[in-house]
């Protein structure tokens, strides 16, 4: 007598790695081309609008730097601000004092240490006042093309509901995306899982009738879905 056996769940994952690939692919085929929705136009703007987001709303953020960047958008400019009028540009966005000085001490050392411009690495960027691992996973993701995937609310949420990479901490997380994200999505998925947790598996009340994941989803709590389960 014959049985079939259940595929096995990929290591550290409660999906199986067939099931991880057609999460990924409905989350390509509904949108493409991903990208922040911090607005910038440069690295710098970007490594600023970054530091900025702490604990404050991307909304927020643009309304600020909105102000900000037309008038000072490089480290030299924004250095010869000084921190007080930086801060009249920034005072809407939650902790502005101390995001002030750092930007402004920030803005001064990549004028001493790097001719003004961001670095490419993550040990320079994570030395940089401001910024910690997951400003430069955004940093190196999103303005170099680096395949990296900075775990924020909206994704430890979503790896943890979803059973994708469920973990303790953010390390713990972004270690077993890192291992589980085939290559062909690593370079988006940090915008896919972002924009997912943002807008469809959010923190309070999660919009399970329009996920596109549910039938894909572990989460033992999950409400019922309108959508149509995938083949």
């Given at each position: 007598?014959?049985?079939?056996?259940?595929?096995?769940?990929?290591?550290?994952?409660?999906?199986?790695?067939?099931?991880?690939?057609?999460?990924?692919?409905?989350?390509?085929?509904?949108?493409?081309?991903?990208?922040?929705?911090?607005?910038?136009?440069?690295?710098?703007?970007?490594?600023?609008?970054?530091?900025?987001?702490?604990?404050?709303?991307?909304?927020?953020?643009?309304?600020?730097?909105?102000?900000?960047?037309?008038?000072?958008?490089t480290p030299a400019a924004i250095a010869a601000l000084?921190?007080?009028?930086?801060?009249?540009?920034?005072?809407?966005?939650?902790?502005?004092?101390?995001?002030?000085?750092?930007?402004?001490?920030?803005?001064?050392?990549?004028?001493?240490?790097?001719?003004?411009?961001?670095?490419?690495?993550?040990?320079?960027?994570?030395?940089?006042?401001?910024?910690?691992?997951?400003?430069?996973?955004?940093?190196?993701?999103?303005?170099?093309?680096?395949?990296?995937?900075?775990?924020?609310?909206?994704?430890?949420?979503?790896?943890?509901?979803?059973?994708?990479?469920?973990?303790?901490?953010v390390r713990s997380v972004e270690d077993k995306l890192?291992?589980?994200?085939p290559d062909a999505f690593k370079r988006d998925a940090?915008?896919?899982?972002?924009?997912?947790?943002?807008?469809?598996?959010?923190?309070?009340?999660?919009?399970?009738?329009?996920?596109?994941?549910?039938?894909?989803?572990?989460?033992?709590?999950?409400?019922?879905?309108?959508?149509?389960?995938?083949?």
């Amino acid at each position: 007598m014959s049985t079939t056996q259940k595929p096995r769940a990929a290591r550290g994952s409660k999906l199986t790695h067939a099931e991880i690939v057609e999460l990924f692919s409905r989350l390509r085929a509904g949108n493409p081309h991903p990208t922040t929705e911090l607005e910038y136009s440069s690295p710098f703007e970007l490594l600023v609008a970054v530091v900025l987001s702490a604990q404050a709303t991307d909304v927020g953020v643009n309304k600020a730097t909105r102000k900000l960047f037309p008038v000072a958008n490089t480290p030299a400019a924004i250095a010869a601000l000084g921190e007080d009028q930086l801060k009249s540009y920034i005072n809407t966005i939650g902790l502005f004092n101390a995001k002030a000085a750092n930007v402004i001490a920030l803005c001064k050392q990549l004028l001493e240490r790097h001719a003004g411009e961001v670095p490419r690495t993550r040990a320079a960027l994570e030395a940089l006042p401001g910024v910690g691992r997951k400003t430069a996973n955004v940093v190196l993701n999103t303005a170099f093309g680096e395949p990296t995937i900075a775990v924020d609310t909206h994704i430890f949420r979503v790896s943890n509901r979803t059973g994708l990479a469920p973990g303790k901490d953010v390390r713990s997380v972004e270690d077993k995306l890192v291992r589980l994200v085939p290559d062909a999505f690593k370079r988006d998925a940090h915008h896919w899982l972002i924009l997912h947790g943002r807008y469809v598996c959010k923190a309070r009340k999660p919009d399970c009738a329009r996920c596109i994941l549910y039938d894909l989803c572990r989460w033992p709590e999950k409400g019922p879905s309108a959508q149509p389960l995938q083949p």
